[in-house]
C-alpha cells in the first residue's frame, strides 16, 4: 500500500549488481505481465541454470531448457502452495530454502499513495486498506523484486496505468522491505543447513 516507494527517477538508479538476476527478474515480470492484472501473489526459486541442467535434466526438459545458457544465468521455478488470503509478506518469514537455490523472486500487486497523504492513512490495516482503495490519486502497481544469496537485489515495477514492457522501472533497490524479506529467507536455508550438520 502507501509504504510501497513510488518509482524512483531514472538518474537515481544504479547499475544491477548481479546482471542474471536483472535478467530473471526482467524475464518473470514480462511473463507475468502478459497474463493482465489482478493475479495473487507469486513466489519463485532462482537455480542455476547449468546446475538445473546437470542435476534435473527431466525438469529441464520439460521447461524446454535445452543447454546452460549464458553463465551464471538463473531459471525461475514457480512455488505452489502459498497461503491463499494471506499478505505476502507474512508467508515469507516462515518460507527457507535449500542450499540448491541460489536465489529467490516474489510477485506482488500493491496500491500506491503519494507521499503527502501518509499522515491521513488510518492505523488499523483493514482501514488502511479502504482508504487506499478509495483514493482518487491510488496507482495500482506490480512488483517483482529477487533477491540471490551472494546478497544481490534487483527490482522492476508496473503501474497499471502505464501499462507495458517500455514503461517497466526496474533497480537494484526500489522495495527495501520486500527485498529485506526475500534475503532472510535465503538465510534462514543457510541456518538450516548450518544446524544440520552440527547435529549430523
Same mark, same amino acid.
Given at each position: 500500500? *502507501? ?7 531514472? *538518474? ?28 495473487? %501473489? ?19 526438459? %520439460? ?27 507474512? *508467508?515469507?518469514? *516462515? ?8 536465489? $529467490? ?44 544469496? %551472494?546478497? %544481490?537485489?534487483? $527490482? ?45
Amino acid at each position: 500500500m *502507501s509504504d510501497t516507494p513510488e518509482p524512483p527517477a531514472e *538518474s537515481m538508479m544504479t547499475l544491477p549488481q548481479d546482471p542474471a538476476l536483472a535478467a530473471a527478474v526482467l524475464e518473470i515480470e514480462a511473463h507475468v505481465g502478459r497474463e493482465g492484472w489482478d493475479q495473487p %501473489a507469486r513466489l519463485y526459486a532462482l537455480v542455476d541454470t547449468a546446475d538445473l541442467v546437470a542435476q534435473e535434466p527431466a525438469l529441464a526438459a %520439460a521447461m524446454e531448457i535445452d543447454g546452460p545458457g549464458d553463465e551464471g544465468s538463473f531459471t525461475p521455478i514457480e512455488q505452489d502452495g502459498l497461503p491463499p488470503g494471506q499478505p505476502l509478506e507474512e *508467508s515469507l518469514q *516462515s518460507i527457507a530454502w535449500p542450499l540448491s537455490v541460489a536465489g $529467490c523472486a516474489a510477485v506482488v500487486e500493491r496500491l500506491v499513495l503519494p507521499p503527502d497523504v501518509d499522515e491521513q492513512i488510518p492505523e488499523d490495516p483493514t482501514e488502511a486498506e479502504q482508504f487506499a482503495r478509495e483514493h482518487p490519486e491510488r496507482q495500482e502497481v506490480r512488483i517483482v523484486a529477487g533477491a540471490t544469496r %551472494a546478497g %544481490a537485489s534487483y $527490482c522492476a515495477l508496473r503501474l497499471r496505468a502505464h501499462d507495458d514492457e517500455e514503461s517497466v522501472v526496474d533497480g537494484t533497490d526500489l522495495v527495501p522491505g520486500l527485498i529485506e524479506l526475500l534475503h532472510t529467507t535465503l538465510e534462514h536455508g543457510e541456518i538450516d543447513a548450518a544446524n544440520a550438520e552440527q547435529e549430523s
